[in-house]
């Protein structure tokens, strides 16, 4: 596959030497085959214009030019016939150099001096297959037409003459030629590769722009008509009908683009067909609608015996294991290898149909071989195409046409797909990954590089959706395979064989985490307890579970000692609530208590593929803490407490917001737990009816948090700051402000509007009452700064309150007390 870099870089940004790139795709899996600079040979060869003309004198095959190379008239003598007046042509200068090595000196040619050389496409290192508008035997005349298309900002004998050729004929590219596995075909494209450019190189990659204007009057569905006799040998044929066709050159970039992939231009119409299929990596073939009888397409398989003569002009001997295209009379094409002559795209066709289909691969392959005819299409069929690219790559064959207005695009597509693509979905087992790969990738950063190659990733159901263009990606194996190839296999750091490595036994991170929290609830003055894991299908009432709510959906124990033992627990403040009322009941006047234990909730259908199993009633362990206290306690004791569980094991991104929608909770005394911006659990005074369904007539106050959110945001490392130097200065404010504004809003405004000199908020007085409006609370917090490099002069806190003053009041409508 040869990529043009220019091309390449209208979908993502390259922005490093061609070596450069040429490794980096190679370390990524997309191995490089070599780097062409087009025309790196030439040099010294500019555009020129004939000025003059007149016979050697001494020579009859000889000319003498005047020609205009931009830094004054040259003389230069051709024996070219083929020139003339007004031409422009590509001139080697004095000390030019030729791709084959030959330098051009300025010398004397039968007594005349000639100061250069006029070349044709040949001694620029090409052929007419490269530039078919060149001559067959003379000087490469250069259109004018093309000059001003290319080059409409400029005067071109003004501002054009003396430019390096190289940019004059578009061959000061370069382009670097991949070898794309069979396993890859999205990479046979330019888009393909650009994908895998913006995740290597960590840039960015755009799709195709496509807009489709429809001017034609006709629906397509109402010119043509498609059947396919068998879905498993085409599952897909889409088609749209352009009217009002006009035959002629393509226009001069998208001949260079062509011409730099590889691909001869024709004209504008197959041109498009071809320009599509290098970009997006769909063949597509462009059929004479007005010889299609009975203006219907029949993908079929050929009939014993038939015959068809190919775009080539051979004749081809079919057999019933091919996939021909057809319309109600004969074969027209031979489906994903060659059209067929009596369809083909004459200058005096009006009316073309576009085919963008999918055809079995293997069924391409044994054609191709069996008619020694192997093609581009071919050759990207027989590996397997994305079957959910046909319509984009016909709307954007659509819009080219529009676009160099080669016709007008009928409204609508004709677009038959029997079966449906289904979506597959892969769970993302980081655990799994890491291992396979000897590796400590973070899931986040798992997610980000599967993401940036078009795999979605769903957190809630933690799994992976594989886009249709990756039909490569089965299993985990090929999500680590993902992962490696970005994460840099240089970057993996060697590691012996887990079999082949004696191990001391040591306590894993989350054991030592498990240990730690222990160690600091019993610390706050909490009991441990152990309770059972199943429980009684009532418990859900008890304690006022919504009807609807996935707490009640616990798997059922096939073998129960009873039915107060007949589920797992989804949720463990029953147990905790069980607990307390027998303490309180038996006259323990208070207690703190706290459970390290297991919750289990029913999963998704699960299928272990090694060996078999279904294991759809498996459920999903949570490993859960559950505190709860009654006695001479409040909500503060509980806060407090989870706040010094956090700051032993390193959790400092954390906040507490109102929860009222529990209906296990009182409604106003209820926080939910924040860590790492996403809720860790619940924390709160229980609700009074609760309480009485558990015969407790005190106030009880419980919580859970999810041990899997800490181990994710926990830092067991004590960070360490040396005592400070400088001293510090305290300010007082006193604000009324609105009752329902929480604390944590003015605290975060605070630190917020602080600046680096903050160094402490510590609220010291909260008021409701006469002298403050109802609805209404005055509140009141000390203020410390210190810089860590210098005394703080009473502006610097100044300047800082006032911050803090204006951001009090724009975002929380607070008025400062005197």
């Not at 066709?245 to 041109?271: F, H, Q, T, Y």
């Not at 009006?350 to 071989?369: D, H, P, Q, Y």
């Amino acid at each position: 596959m040869k990529a043009p870099l220019k091309w390449l870089s209208d979908f993502s940004d390259i922005n490093i030497t061609p070596k450069e790139y040429a490794d980096a795709m190679t370390m990524s899996g997309s191995k490089v085959e070599g780097v062409e600079k087009m025309a790196s040979g030439i040099a010294n060869i500019v555009l020129g214009k004939i000025l003059e003309l007149v016979k050697h004198p001494d020579a009859d095959k000889l000319q003498i030019c005047t020609i205009d190379a931009g830094k004054g008239n040259l003389q230069i003598v051709t024996g070219a016939q083929n020139v003339k007046v007004g031409c422009y042509i590509p001139v080697a200068l004095d000390g030019a150099v030729l791709p084959d090595g030959k330098k051009i000196k300025k010398g004397k040619l039968r007594g005349v001096e000639s100061n250069g050389m006029l070349c044709s496409v040949e001694e620029l290192g090409y052929t007419k297959y490269d530039f078919p508008d060149a001559a067959e035997d003379g000087i490469y005349l250069i259109s004018e037409a093309m000059l001003k298309d290319k080059f409409a900002e400029k005067d071109i004998d003004l501002e054009l003459l003396g430019t390096d050729i190289r940019e004059v004929l578009g061959i000061d590219d370069t382009v670097v030629e991949f070898e794309i596995t069979p396993n890859r075909p999205d990479c046979l494209s330019i888009v393909g590769l650009a994908r895998e450019t913006g995740a290597t190189l960590s840039t960015s990659f755009r799709e195709p722009e496509i807009k489709v204007a429809e001017k034609a009057p006709g629906k397509t569905g109402d010119s043509v008509k498609v059947e396919i006799k068998d879905s498993t040998l085409c599952p897909r044929y889409a088609a749209r009908v352009i009217r009002n066709v006009k035959i002629s050159e393509s226009p001069w970039w998208m001949k260079e683009r062509l011409r730099a992939a590889g691909i001869r231009s024709i004209n504008n119409i197959v041109d498009i067909t071809n320009y599509v299929m290098i970009e997006m990596g769909q063949p597509m073939h462009a059929y004479d609608l007005d010889n299609l009888k009975g203006s219907k397409i029949i993908v079929r398989q050929a009939n014993k015996g038939e015959e068809l003569e190919t775009l080539d002009g051979s004749k081809r001997a079919l057999d019933e294991s091919m996939i021909v295209i057809a319309d109600e009379d004969r074969a027209v094409g031979v489906a994903g290898v060659m059209g067929g002559g009596n369809s083909e795209v004459t200058a005096s066709t009006k009316s073309i149909l576009f085919e963008s289909a999918l055809f079995n691969g293997t069924s391409i392959r044994v054609t191709s071989k069996k008619l020694g005819l192997r093609t581009e299409a071919s050759s990207r069929f027989e590996k397997g195409l994305d079957i959910e690219n046909a319509i984009r790559a016909l709307n954007r064959a659509a819009d080219l046409i529009e676009q160099l207005g080669a016709g007008e695009v009928e409204k609508g597509i004709v677009d038959n797909y029997p079966v449906h693509y289904e979506e597959r979905t892969i769970e993302l087992q980081e655990d799994k990954i890491n291992a396979l790969l000897g590796t400590d990738i973070s899931k986040e950063k798992m997610v980000s590089m599967l993401e940036v190659i078009g795999l979605k990733y769903d957190g809630v159901k933690n799994k992976v959706t594989v886009p249709s263009f990756r039909s490569d990606v089965e299993g985990m194996a090929d999500l680590a395979e993902e992962v490696a190839r970005f994460y840099g296999y240089n970057n993996i750091t060697p590691s012996l064989l887990k079999g082949k490595q004696s191990t001391l036994g040591v306590k894993t991170f989350k054991q030592k985490l498990e240990d730690k929290i222990k160690n600091t609830m019993t610390s706050c003055g909490f009991y441990e307890i152990y309770t059972y894991s199943f429980t009684s299908p009532d418990i859900f009432n008890k304690i006022r579970v919504p009807a609807d709510s996935d707490l009640r959906k616990a798997v059922v124990i096939s073998n129960p000692l009873g039915v107060d033992y007949s589920v797992m627990r989804t949720i463990t403040i029953p147990e905790m609530l069980i607990v307390i009322s027998r303490n309180y009941n038996r006259r323990v006047p208070e207690g703190r208590l706290f459970e390290l234990s297991y919750v289990y909730r029913a999963s998704e259908k699960r299928i272990n593929s090694v060996i078999g199993i279904d294991e759809s009633n498996l459920p999903k362990e949570v490993e859960v803490l559950t505190l709860g206290m009654y006695g001479k306690v409040d909500f503060y004791d509980l806060k407090g407490a989870v706040e010094e569980l956090f700051s032993a094991i390193g959790v400092t991104d954390y906040s507490f917001e109102n929860e009222t929608d529990n209906a296990t909770y009182h409604p106003n005394r209820t926080a939910s737990i924040m860590v790492g911006g996403k809720k860790a659990g619940t924390i709160g005074e229980i609700h009074p009816d609760v309480l009485g369904n558990f015969d407790i007539d005190t106030k009880a106050y419980a919580g859970t948090i999810e041990i899997e959110t800490l181990v994710e945001n926990c830092n067991s490392v004590p960070q360490y700051k040396a005592l400070p130097k400088f001293p510090a200065i305290t300010r007082d404010i006193a604000m009324v402000i609105d009752d329902e504004v929480m604390v944590s809003q003015i605290e975060a405004v605070i630190r917020q509007r602080g600046g680096k000199i903050l160094e402490n908020i510590a609220l010291f007085d909260v008021y409701k009452g006469k002298q403050v409006q109802e609805g209404m609370k005055s509140v009141a917090y000390s203020i410390t700064f210190r810089a860590e490099d210098r005394t703080l002069t009473d502006e610097d806190v100044s300047k800082a309150m006032h911050k803090i003053v204006d951001g009090l009041r724009t975002n929380l409508n607070a008025e400062l007390r005197e």
